[in-house]
């Protein structure tokens, strides 16, 4: 046994203290009079039962805390899960791993298991859940858009976004980065709109592995290959914990928990009782399975209930107050999200949008592509779609008052339209026109699916949506066009188009120190 092994294995407690999910919460359950329809059930309930484990030195490293005096209301969570019929509202947002109901995990994702775990370690109090997480999608989305949709009494806020964007590039390593911006904005937001809740950022990881071709000591490449695991900084947790904590906000690392484990099979399994195959899903291994999302689920578990009791022990005997942490919020780290924080934009996305066309003619309204079934508010991308170059789609939408927070001097009319990279969308889909027609003004700007250009370092794509932008003139009455482009030489067939949803955005220019435009000059940011 290697001193590593030695390290993990000897008489450590598993994470199931304190409310563990129970596999039988979803397991099925039936009686038949045939002996061998019996046997195949109870293998498939024992399957479903098996459960990873997870001992304590794996889960403290996954613990990126705080102390509890910069905590922002944990204190105040931790009343509220201790006072006998309270109703405690959990937000979680997310891509896949959180939206869930995929690949080997068709009926949950890691939220609930962990709800399951508050549920049975605070009996006395209720919980309703509102999962907003949408697949394919990052963080620039709900900075601008969903953040909207959170109950403003919510208590506890999830926020999963440090895989979607940030995964297999360098988007994701530097203030000056869109999308690390959009991380600050959006927390900030969300502050803002539920100024009582306590947020836990949750980091999750790419686990797969990537093969290598090997090259000899002048550089060429060799014949040989192998495989290795994904870099450790491979995804956004390292400006995403700093964003957190500057925020009050503790972060639950589910790379630091098992990137040691994690590949290494017989290790893996000597720590969890499972291996790699077992806790990834098949089809995309990217997302956990029903086995692998209880295992993440521990670790956030261990993160979340250790935050509870180090804020309940440093106020031991103090009197319960729901202002004792309403700290101030500190002045951004990113100069992007400095520039755009302090204002709500106005935003019609997917469900919210149809009510603003007023000329809908050959359109159809319907869902855009996804996975499996989804339960949750916020998970399929609603739209209109159409065939046919030329196709108009008209709204009404105010662009003078429709933006809260700071005066804005200059704003962004933004059109937000489907990039799915599934190939029947890929082979079909073609490009659009945003253009203002009565009321306001704005220069057209071309909507359409861009491979590399500007997705090369992050900007003008939120994962399967597309963004386009265009400065518009304030008017309460402003009608846009969605035209569908194409002409008689066009052999691609490439002339549908599947629209998301409008928003208006300030239009503001970050004052730049010479540190930031160096930064931004290093990775070609806009």
Known sequence: MTAKRQLLMPT?????AGGVYSRSDYSSSSSSSSSSSRRALQAANQQQRQQPSMPDVLLARGYKGLAPAVLRNWRRLADKL??????VTVVAFGGSITAGYIDAAPNSSWVDPLMASLRARNPAASFSLVNLARGGHDVQAAATCWYQLAPQDADLILVEYSVNGCNGNMWCHSFMAPKIAAYETFLRRMIRRAPGAALLAVAAFDFTSMGLSLRDSWGPPTASNMTRLRPYYNSGEVFHTRIAHRYGIPMASIRDALYDVFYDDQLLLAVTGMTKEQLLSPAAMIHPSAAGHVLFAKVIWYTLQLTLSNVMAATRGAPRSPQQQQLPVPAPISPKAAAEAGVDPFCAEAVHLEQYATNSSGWSWGEGPHGLPCPHPNCIAWGFSATGAGKTLEFTIDTQNSTSGAALQRRSLLGIFQTSR?????????????SCVSGCSCRPAQMKFESSASRSIGENSWGNLGVASTEV??????????????????????????????????????NLLPIDQRAQYAFGFS
């Open 12 to 16: 450590l407690k598993s994470a199931t």
């Open 473 to 510: 003139t304030p008017h309460p009455q402003c009608v846009v066009a969605v035209t569908i482009l194409g002409s008689a030489t066009n052999s691609t067939g490439q002339d549908f188009f599947f629209f998301n949803g409008l928003a208006v955005v300030p239009l503001a220019k970050p």
């Open 422 to 434: 599934t190939a029947d969308w890929l082979s079909k889909t073609g490009s659009a026109q945003l």
């Open 82 to 87: 201790n006072t006998p019929g309270s109703n």
